[in-house]
Protein backbone atom coordinates (compact mmCIF):
# COMPACT_ATOMS: atom_id res chain seq x y z
CA UNK A 1 0.00 0.00 0.00
CA UNK A 2 1.67 3.44 -1.14
CA UNK A 3 1.91 5.73 1.75
CA UNK A 4 1.89 9.32 1.50
CA UNK A 5 3.41 12.39 3.66
CA UNK A 6 0.94 15.35 4.03
CA UNK A 7 1.93 18.49 5.72
CA UNK A 8 -0.70 18.56 8.40
CA UNK A 9 0.32 21.70 10.21
CA UNK A 10 2.58 24.73 10.44
CA UNK A 11 3.65 27.76 12.86
CA UNK A 12 6.51 30.44 12.63
CA UNK A 13 8.08 33.01 14.99
CA UNK A 14 9.63 35.74 14.45
CA UNK A 15 11.32 38.24 17.09
CA UNK A 16 9.43 41.28 17.87
CA UNK A 17 12.75 43.13 17.18
CA UNK A 18 12.96 44.90 14.16
CA UNK A 19 16.18 46.23 12.13
CA UNK A 20 15.76 48.28 9.31
CA UNK A 21 18.04 49.52 6.81
CA UNK A 22 17.90 52.94 8.28
CA UNK A 23 19.26 52.09 11.51
CA UNK A 24 21.97 49.85 9.90
CA UNK A 25 22.86 52.80 7.61
CA UNK A 26 24.23 54.53 11.27
CA UNK A 27 26.76 51.49 11.95
CA UNK A 28 27.99 50.72 8.67
CA UNK A 29 28.71 52.41 5.52
CA UNK A 30 25.43 51.22 3.61
CA UNK A 31 22.31 52.86 2.68
CA UNK A 32 18.37 51.71 2.18
CA UNK A 33 18.59 52.42 -1.75
CA UNK A 34 21.76 50.00 -2.06
CA UNK A 35 20.54 47.14 -0.18
CA UNK A 36 16.80 47.57 -1.50
CA UNK A 37 18.13 47.68 -5.13
CA UNK A 38 20.68 44.87 -4.38
CA UNK A 39 18.91 42.31 -2.31
CA UNK A 40 15.44 43.38 -1.94
CA UNK A 41 15.75 43.04 1.91
CA UNK A 42 13.91 46.12 3.60
CA UNK A 43 14.41 45.34 7.35
CA UNK A 44 14.77 41.89 9.51
CA UNK A 45 14.10 41.03 13.02
CA UNK A 46 16.74 40.41 15.52
CA UNK A 47 16.58 37.84 18.44
CA UNK A 48 16.90 39.33 22.04
CA UNK A 49 19.62 37.88 23.89
CA UNK A 50 16.76 35.40 25.73
CA UNK A 51 15.56 34.55 22.38
CA UNK A 52 17.50 31.39 21.21
CA UNK A 53 17.54 29.43 18.69
CA UNK A 54 15.47 26.16 20.49
CA UNK A 55 13.19 28.93 22.20
CA UNK A 56 12.05 30.22 18.16
CA UNK A 57 11.97 26.72 17.10
CA UNK A 58 9.65 25.67 20.18
CA UNK A 59 7.51 28.60 19.35
CA UNK A 60 6.91 27.49 16.11
CA UNK A 61 6.33 24.02 17.32
CA UNK A 62 3.63 24.78 19.60
CA UNK A 63 1.75 26.73 16.49
CA UNK A 64 2.51 24.03 14.25
CA UNK A 65 1.12 21.11 16.68
CA UNK A 66 -1.72 23.51 17.50
CA UNK A 67 -2.80 23.55 13.70
CA UNK A 68 -1.92 19.71 13.17
CA UNK A 69 -4.24 19.52 16.24
CA UNK A 70 -1.64 16.53 16.86
CA UNK A 71 -0.84 15.34 20.31
CA UNK A 72 3.06 16.37 21.07
CA UNK A 73 3.09 12.28 22.64
CA UNK A 74 2.02 11.24 19.10
CA UNK A 75 5.17 12.82 17.41
CA UNK A 76 7.88 10.32 16.24
CA UNK A 77 10.78 12.44 15.58
CA UNK A 78 11.46 16.07 15.30
CA UNK A 79 14.12 17.04 13.65
CA UNK A 80 15.66 20.99 13.48
CA UNK A 81 17.23 22.33 10.69
CA UNK A 82 19.80 24.65 11.46
CA UNK A 83 23.03 26.54 11.08
CA UNK A 84 23.29 28.18 14.46
CA UNK A 85 22.17 25.19 16.90
CA UNK A 86 21.92 26.33 20.53
CA UNK A 87 24.72 24.39 21.61
CA UNK A 88 28.20 22.57 19.50
CA UNK A 89 25.51 19.77 21.44
CA UNK A 90 22.81 18.66 22.65
CA UNK A 91 21.02 18.76 19.59
CA UNK A 92 18.68 21.71 19.56
CA UNK A 93 16.18 18.80 18.47
CA UNK A 94 16.40 17.31 22.11
CA UNK A 95 15.83 20.69 23.88
CA UNK A 96 12.60 20.86 21.39
CA UNK A 97 11.43 17.63 22.03
CA UNK A 98 11.51 17.66 25.72
CA UNK A 99 10.15 21.03 26.01
CA UNK A 100 6.50 19.83 23.67
CA UNK A 101 6.94 16.23 25.99
CA UNK A 102 7.49 14.58 22.81
CA UNK A 103 7.80 11.54 25.35
CA UNK A 104 8.36 8.82 22.22
CA UNK A 105 9.89 11.10 19.61
CA UNK A 106 13.63 10.03 18.31
CA UNK A 107 15.35 13.89 17.54
CA UNK A 108 18.38 15.53 16.04
CA UNK A 109 19.61 18.63 14.38
CA UNK A 110 20.53 18.69 10.55
CA UNK A 111 23.03 21.09 9.05
CA UNK A 112 22.60 21.99 5.66
CA UNK A 113 22.97 25.87 5.55
CA UNK A 114 19.77 27.56 4.00
CA UNK A 115 18.72 24.40 2.26
CA UNK A 116 18.58 22.64 5.77
CA UNK A 117 14.43 23.00 5.67
CA UNK A 118 13.86 21.36 2.53
CA UNK A 119 16.32 18.80 3.63
CA UNK A 120 14.49 18.13 6.50
CA UNK A 121 11.10 18.13 5.24
CA UNK A 122 12.91 15.46 2.20
CA UNK A 123 13.88 12.96 4.58
CA UNK A 124 11.26 13.01 7.43
CA UNK A 125 8.81 12.58 3.89
CA UNK A 126 10.98 9.47 2.94
CA UNK A 127 11.19 7.95 6.56
CA UNK A 128 7.31 8.48 6.63
CA UNK A 129 6.98 6.87 3.09
CA UNK A 130 8.77 4.21 3.76
CA UNK A 131 7.06 3.39 6.81
CA UNK A 132 9.70 4.07 9.48
CA UNK A 133 7.44 7.07 11.24
CA UNK A 134 4.05 8.21 10.75
CA UNK A 135 4.42 11.80 12.45
CA UNK A 136 7.25 13.90 12.20
CA UNK A 137 8.26 17.73 13.75
CA UNK A 138 10.11 19.87 11.01
CA UNK A 139 11.75 22.99 12.24
CA UNK A 140 14.12 25.73 10.84
CA UNK A 141 15.47 27.90 12.98
CA UNK A 142 18.44 30.02 13.53
CA UNK A 143 19.73 33.00 15.41
CA UNK A 144 22.40 34.33 12.48
CA UNK A 145 22.62 37.66 13.98
CA UNK A 146 24.94 35.80 16.66
CA UNK A 147 27.48 35.00 14.03
CA UNK A 148 27.07 37.85 11.43
CA UNK A 149 30.07 40.44 11.65
CA UNK A 150 28.04 43.58 12.17
CA UNK A 151 30.82 45.43 10.87
CA UNK A 152 30.84 43.74 7.84
CA UNK A 153 28.55 45.91 5.57
CA UNK A 154 28.92 42.79 2.95
CA UNK A 155 27.13 40.17 4.89
CA UNK A 156 25.48 42.18 7.79
CA UNK A 157 23.06 43.76 5.76
CA UNK A 158 21.35 40.12 4.14
CA UNK A 159 20.24 37.72 7.51
CA UNK A 160 17.89 37.99 10.03
CA UNK A 161 16.39 35.87 13.05
CA UNK A 162 13.33 33.30 12.70
CA UNK A 163 11.81 29.86 12.86
CA UNK A 164 8.94 28.03 10.99
CA UNK A 165 7.76 24.40 11.11
CA UNK A 166 5.61 21.92 10.19
CA UNK A 167 3.42 18.52 11.16
CA UNK A 168 3.99 16.33 8.45
CA UNK A 169 1.86 12.78 8.88
CA UNK A 170 1.62 9.87 7.23
CA UNK A 171 -1.79 8.79 5.12
CA UNK A 172 -2.81 6.31 2.44
CA UNK A 173 -4.33 9.48 1.11
CA UNK A 174 -2.47 10.97 -2.37
CA UNK A 175 -1.05 13.75 -2.18
CA UNK A 176 1.42 15.31 -0.15
CA UNK A 177 5.67 15.46 -0.60
CA UNK A 178 5.68 13.56 -3.63
CA UNK A 179 9.07 13.86 -5.01
CA UNK A 180 12.23 16.00 -3.53
CA UNK A 181 16.26 16.87 -5.00
CA UNK A 182 18.85 16.60 -2.60
CA UNK A 183 22.24 17.68 -4.42
CA UNK A 184 25.81 19.31 -2.63
CA UNK A 185 29.16 20.34 -3.97
CA UNK A 186 31.23 20.29 -1.05
CA UNK A 187 33.69 21.99 -3.39
CA UNK A 188 32.41 25.26 -3.17
CA UNK A 189 32.37 24.92 0.83
CA UNK A 190 34.73 27.68 1.50
CA UNK A 191 32.92 30.22 -0.68
CA UNK A 192 30.48 30.54 2.50
CA UNK A 193 31.27 29.30 6.10
CA UNK A 194 32.14 30.23 9.42
CA UNK A 195 35.46 28.86 9.90
CA UNK A 196 35.87 29.20 13.69
CA UNK A 197 34.65 27.39 16.58
CA UNK A 198 34.58 23.76 14.77
CA UNK A 199 37.31 20.78 15.34
CA UNK A 200 39.23 22.53 12.82
CA UNK A 201 39.70 25.76 14.18
CA UNK A 202 38.43 25.42 18.05
CA UNK A 203 37.37 28.27 19.67
CA UNK A 204 39.80 30.21 21.07
CA UNK A 205 41.29 33.69 21.75
CA UNK A 206 43.09 33.42 18.03
CA UNK A 207 40.28 32.52 16.76
CA UNK A 208 38.02 35.53 17.95
CA UNK A 209 40.87 37.86 17.06
CA UNK A 210 40.65 36.91 13.71
CA UNK A 211 36.77 36.89 13.51
CA UNK A 212 36.82 33.99 12.42
CA UNK A 213 33.80 33.00 14.64
CA UNK A 214 31.59 35.04 12.02
CA UNK A 215 30.17 34.44 8.64
CA UNK A 216 32.87 34.88 5.51
CA UNK A 217 31.03 35.27 2.50
CA UNK A 218 32.25 35.01 -1.58
CA UNK A 219 28.89 37.26 -2.02
CA UNK A 220 29.37 37.05 -6.47
CA UNK A 221 30.45 33.32 -6.34
CA UNK A 222 27.37 32.56 -3.83
CA UNK A 223 24.89 34.44 -6.57
CA UNK A 224 26.33 32.84 -9.63
CA UNK A 225 25.71 29.10 -8.09
CA UNK A 226 22.56 30.23 -6.47
CA UNK A 227 21.31 31.73 -9.75
CA UNK A 228 21.99 28.41 -11.54
CA UNK A 229 20.60 26.17 -9.13
CA UNK A 230 17.20 27.55 -8.20
CA UNK A 231 15.83 26.74 -11.43
CA UNK A 232 17.21 23.44 -12.04
CA UNK A 233 16.61 22.00 -8.92
CA UNK A 234 12.98 23.23 -9.42
CA UNK A 235 12.83 21.94 -13.06
CA UNK A 236 14.36 18.54 -11.65
CA UNK A 237 11.91 17.59 -8.69
CA UNK A 238 8.89 19.03 -10.81
CA UNK A 239 10.04 16.29 -13.88
CA UNK A 240 10.23 13.94 -10.79
CA UNK A 241 6.86 14.60 -9.65
CA UNK A 242 5.43 13.97 -13.13
CA UNK A 243 4.13 17.65 -13.49
CA UNK A 244 4.39 20.02 -16.74
CA UNK A 245 6.08 23.40 -15.38
CA UNK A 246 2.91 25.24 -15.87
CA UNK A 247 1.12 23.32 -13.42
CA UNK A 248 2.71 24.74 -10.49
CA UNK A 249 0.54 26.79 -8.33
CA UNK A 250 2.96 28.57 -5.80
CA UNK A 251 6.94 28.20 -5.71
CA UNK A 252 8.34 29.23 -2.51
CA UNK A 253 11.66 29.61 -2.70
CA UNK A 254 14.54 30.57 -0.63
CA UNK A 255 14.47 34.05 0.68
CA UNK A 256 18.07 35.45 0.26
CA UNK A 257 18.00 38.02 -2.27
CA UNK A 258 14.86 39.30 -4.33
CA UNK A 259 17.09 39.11 -7.73
CA UNK A 260 18.04 35.49 -7.41
CA UNK A 261 14.51 35.05 -7.11
CA UNK A 262 13.62 36.87 -10.42
CA UNK A 263 16.14 35.12 -12.40
CA UNK A 264 14.97 31.25 -11.01
CA UNK A 265 11.35 32.39 -11.54
CA UNK A 266 11.87 33.88 -15.22
CA UNK A 267 14.29 30.53 -15.84
CA UNK A 268 10.75 28.77 -15.25
CA UNK A 269 8.26 30.92 -16.98
CA UNK A 270 6.75 31.76 -13.52
CA UNK A 271 4.45 35.44 -13.40
CA UNK A 272 4.90 37.29 -10.44
CA UNK A 273 1.38 35.96 -8.61
CA UNK A 274 2.78 32.28 -8.81
CA UNK A 275 5.80 33.19 -6.88
CA UNK A 276 5.83 33.92 -3.06
CA UNK A 277 8.16 36.46 -2.07
CA UNK A 278 8.63 38.00 1.25
CA UNK A 279 12.56 38.27 2.11
CA UNK A 280 11.82 42.66 2.00
CA UNK A 281 10.58 41.83 5.95
CA UNK A 282 12.55 39.03 7.16
CA UNK A 283 16.05 39.15 4.69
CA UNK A 284 17.70 36.03 4.52
CA UNK A 285 16.33 33.62 7.71
CA UNK A 286 18.52 30.71 6.48
CA UNK A 287 16.91 27.39 7.54
CA UNK A 288 13.51 29.28 8.67
CA UNK A 289 12.61 31.37 5.75
CA UNK A 290 10.81 28.86 3.41
CA UNK A 291 8.64 27.55 6.45
CA UNK A 292 8.45 31.22 7.46
CA UNK A 293 7.15 32.15 3.76
CA UNK A 294 4.99 29.37 3.79
CA UNK A 295 2.89 30.29 6.94
CA UNK A 296 2.67 33.75 5.29
CA UNK A 297 1.50 32.32 1.94
CA UNK A 298 -1.25 30.05 3.46
CA UNK A 299 -2.18 33.12 5.80
CA UNK A 300 -2.71 35.40 2.58
CA UNK A 301 -4.84 32.47 1.24
CA UNK A 302 -2.74 31.72 -1.29
CA UNK A 303 -2.01 28.10 -0.87
CA UNK A 304 -6.01 26.13 -1.37
CA UNK A 305 -6.50 22.30 -0.95
CA UNK A 306 -4.98 20.54 -4.47
CA UNK A 307 -2.58 23.27 -5.31
CA UNK A 308 1.16 22.53 -6.47
CA UNK A 309 3.98 23.62 -4.34
CA UNK A 310 7.38 23.86 -5.47
CA UNK A 311 9.82 25.13 -2.31
CA UNK A 312 13.24 25.49 -3.15
CA UNK A 313 16.63 26.04 -1.09
CA UNK A 314 20.48 27.07 -1.70
CA UNK A 315 22.86 27.18 0.85
CA UNK A 316 26.13 26.90 2.40
CA UNK A 317 28.03 23.52 1.91
CA UNK A 318 27.03 23.76 -0.88
CA UNK A 319 23.83 22.88 -1.30
CA UNK A 320 20.43 22.96 -2.85
CA UNK A 321 17.60 21.14 -1.96
CA UNK A 322 13.79 21.00 -3.61
CA UNK A 323 10.45 19.32 -3.15
CA UNK A 324 7.12 19.10 -4.98
CA UNK A 325 4.35 19.36 -2.73
CA UNK A 326 0.39 18.87 -3.74
CA UNK A 327 -1.29 20.41 -1.17
CA UNK A 328 -3.87 18.56 0.94
CA UNK A 329 -4.81 20.23 4.35
CA UNK A 330 -7.92 22.60 4.79
CA UNK A 331 -7.62 26.05 6.33
CA UNK A 332 -7.49 25.76 10.10
CA UNK A 333 -10.26 26.70 12.05
CA UNK A 334 -9.31 29.01 15.31
CA UNK A 335 -8.63 27.30 18.34
CA UNK A 336 -11.51 26.88 20.96
CA UNK A 337 -9.98 28.99 24.41
CA UNK A 338 -10.56 25.52 26.16
CA UNK A 339 -8.35 23.82 23.65
CA UNK A 340 -5.79 26.71 24.31
CA UNK A 341 -6.12 26.36 28.00
CA UNK A 342 -5.53 22.24 27.57
CA UNK A 343 -2.30 22.86 25.69
CA UNK A 344 -1.05 24.97 28.12
CA UNK A 345 -1.27 23.14 30.92
CA UNK A 346 -0.09 20.08 28.78
CA UNK A 347 3.25 21.87 28.24
CA UNK A 348 3.45 23.15 31.70
CA UNK A 349 3.04 19.72 33.05
CA UNK A 350 5.63 18.60 30.58
CA UNK A 351 8.11 21.34 32.20
CA UNK A 352 7.29 19.86 35.56
CA UNK A 353 8.03 16.19 34.36
CA UNK A 354 11.55 17.89 32.62
CA UNK A 355 12.69 18.92 36.25
CA UNK A 356 11.17 16.25 38.06
CA UNK A 357 13.56 13.93 35.49
CA UNK A 358 16.64 16.28 36.16
CA UNK A 359 16.28 16.10 39.94
CA UNK A 360 16.15 12.14 39.60
CA UNK A 361 18.97 11.88 38.10
CA UNK A 362 20.95 14.09 40.55
CA UNK A 363 19.53 12.51 43.38
CA UNK A 364 20.59 9.04 41.78
CA UNK A 365 24.14 10.22 41.26
CA UNK A 366 24.04 11.28 44.64
CA UNK A 367 22.44 7.92 45.75
CA UNK A 368 25.17 6.02 43.09
CA UNK A 369 28.04 7.73 44.81
CA UNK A 370 27.45 7.19 48.56
CA UNK A 371 26.95 3.54 47.90
CA UNK A 372 29.91 3.30 46.34
CA UNK A 373 31.64 5.29 48.75
CA UNK A 374 30.35 2.79 51.10
CA UNK A 375 31.01 -0.20 49.65
CA UNK A 376 34.73 0.90 48.79
CA UNK A 377 35.11 1.38 52.80
CA UNK A 378 33.43 -1.81 53.86
CA UNK A 379 36.46 -4.08 52.41
CA UNK A 380 38.51 -2.08 55.35
CA UNK A 381 36.31 -2.33 58.35
N1 LIG B 1 26.26 48.78 1.08
C1 LIG B 1 26.89 49.50 0.15
N2 LIG B 1 27.83 48.99 -0.66
C2 LIG B 1 28.14 47.68 -0.51
C3 LIG B 1 27.52 46.88 0.47
C4 LIG B 1 26.55 47.47 1.29
N3 LIG B 1 25.88 46.79 2.24
N4 LIG B 1 28.03 45.63 0.39
C5 LIG B 1 28.94 45.64 -0.59
N5 LIG B 1 29.01 46.89 -1.14
C6 LIG B 1 29.86 47.36 -2.21
C7 LIG B 1 31.15 46.56 -2.33
O1 LIG B 1 32.13 47.02 -1.42
C8 LIG B 1 31.51 46.82 -3.76
O2 LIG B 1 32.10 48.09 -3.83
P1 LIG B 1 33.33 48.37 -4.85
O3 LIG B 1 32.76 48.12 -6.22
O4 LIG B 1 33.68 49.78 -4.56
O5 LIG B 1 34.38 47.36 -4.49
C9 LIG B 1 30.16 46.89 -4.46
O6 LIG B 1 29.20 47.19 -3.44
C10 LIG B 1 29.79 45.60 -5.13
O7 LIG B 1 29.99 44.53 -4.18
P2 LIG B 1 29.77 43.02 -4.56
O8 LIG B 1 29.94 42.19 -3.33
O9 LIG B 1 30.63 42.66 -5.73
O10 LIG B 1 28.25 43.10 -5.00
P3 LIG B 1 27.35 42.02 -5.67
O11 LIG B 1 26.85 42.51 -6.96
O12 LIG B 1 27.97 40.66 -5.65
O13 LIG B 1 26.12 42.00 -4.63
C11 LIG B 1 25.28 40.68 -2.81
C12 LIG B 1 26.35 41.65 -3.28
C13 LIG B 1 23.97 41.41 -2.78
C14 LIG B 1 25.63 40.20 -1.41
C15 LIG B 1 25.19 39.48 -3.80
O14 LIG B 1 26.49 39.02 -4.08
C16 LIG B 1 24.38 38.34 -3.26
O15 LIG B 1 23.23 38.48 -2.96
N6 LIG B 1 24.97 37.12 -3.19
C17 LIG B 1 24.29 35.96 -2.70
C18 LIG B 1 24.43 35.93 -1.21
C19 LIG B 1 23.52 34.95 -0.55
O16 LIG B 1 22.42 34.70 -0.98
N7 LIG B 1 24.00 34.37 0.56
C20 LIG B 1 23.22 33.53 1.37
C21 LIG B 1 23.41 32.09 1.04
S1 LIG B 1 22.41 31.09 1.96
C22 LIG B 1 23.15 30.42 3.39
O17 LIG B 1 23.40 29.22 3.45
C23 LIG B 1 23.46 31.28 4.58
Known amino acids: MPRYAHIIGWGKYVPPNILTNDDL ?45 VNPAEID ?28 AGAYDLEAGCSGFVYALSTAAGMIRGGMYNTVLVVGSETLSRVVDWNDRATCVLFGDGAGAIVLRGSDEPGGVLASILGSDGSGGELLMVPGGGSKHPPGPETVLSKMHFIKMNGREVYRFATRVMASASRQVVEKAGWPLEKIDLFIPHQA ?53 VMVGFGAGLTWASCAIQWSAAKPGVTPPQKAAASRLRYGWSGIKSIGWRLSRRIDAIVSKAIELTERKAPEE
Open 25 to 69: AKTVDTTDKWIREMTGIGQRHIASSKETTALMALHAARDAIEVAD
Open 77 to 104: LVIVATATPEYVFPATACLVQDALGAER
Open 257 to 309: NVRIIDSAARALKLPPEKVFVNLERYGNTSAASIPIALCEAIDAGKVKAGDHL
